[in-house]
Structures are given as structure tokens and as C-alpha cells.
């Protein structure tokens, strides 16, 4: 379902500033599989997730949604096979709506690719 396959990236690269956030990340889940992801400030959390959902590309290394590499795809397209709650509700989709009210939206989303009702 979900394959990174050693992922690196830096930010400021060949600058004073040049931080390695992360460096050849590797994990890979199946359907059912539960993954949680703790660390302190700074230590790439953010980062990771911005790498999967498109926001970010890694300078090495691919993402892989169901077999299928997707490691240059814009997030807009990412998000037709994935999806993200942000912890800070304002910075969602739709944050108007309420934490459930999103969940809800995307689930009918997800219900109805199911069924091929498209």
C-alpha cells in the first residue's frame, strides 16, 4: 500500500544553514497496517509526511502509493490515493468544517471509489 524506499533530503544545501532532515528513510505498509510516528521538534515528522502527500519532494528516493510510484506526482494528485489530517484544523482541506465533518467527506469519498460509483 504504502513504500518509501530511502528517502533523503536536505534543506539549505551547501550553505551554512545545511541541514540533513532526513537520510535514507525506508518503511513499508500493507493494508490494515497502523503506523505512528513521534519524535521531538525538528526531528523530520513533518517532513516525512510532506514527502508522502506531495508537498515536498525528497532529493532521493521514491514514495510508492499501491505499487505505483508517485514520487513526482503533485499532492493534488496524491490525494485521490491518500489521505492527511493536519493537527492544527485550520490548516485542513476544509477548515470550517469540523474535524468529523472532514473525516466524514473524505469517507464518503472512499466509500464510493469502493463502489465504483464515480
Do not use: C, W
Request: glycine content about 8%; cysteine-free; overall charge negative.
Amino acid at each position: 500500500m504504502l513504500d518509501l524506499h530511502q528517502l533523503s533530503v536536505t534543506f539549505n544545501e551547501g550553505t551554512p544553514d545545511e541541514k540533513k532532515a532526513l537520510q535514507n528513510i525506508n518503511l513499508s505498509l500493507q493494508a490494515g497496517q497502523f503506523v505512528t510516528i513521534i519524535g521531538s521538534n525538528g526531528a523530520g515528522k513533518s517532513t516525512l509526511m510532506n514527502m508522502i502527500s506531495g508537498a515536498l519532494t525528497p532529493d532521493v528516493g521514491d514514495v510508492m502509493i499501491d505499487n505505483r510510484t508517485v514520487t513526482f506526482e503533485p499532492e493534488y494528485k496524491r490525494s485521490q490515493l491518500i489521505g492527511r489530517v493536519f493537527q492544527d484544523p485550520m490548516a485542513g482541506t476544509a477548515p470550517s468544517m469540523t474535524i468529523e465533518e472532514n473525516l466524514a467527506l473524505a469517507y464518503s469519498r472512499n466509500k464510493k471509489e469502493l463502489l465504483n460509483l464515480e
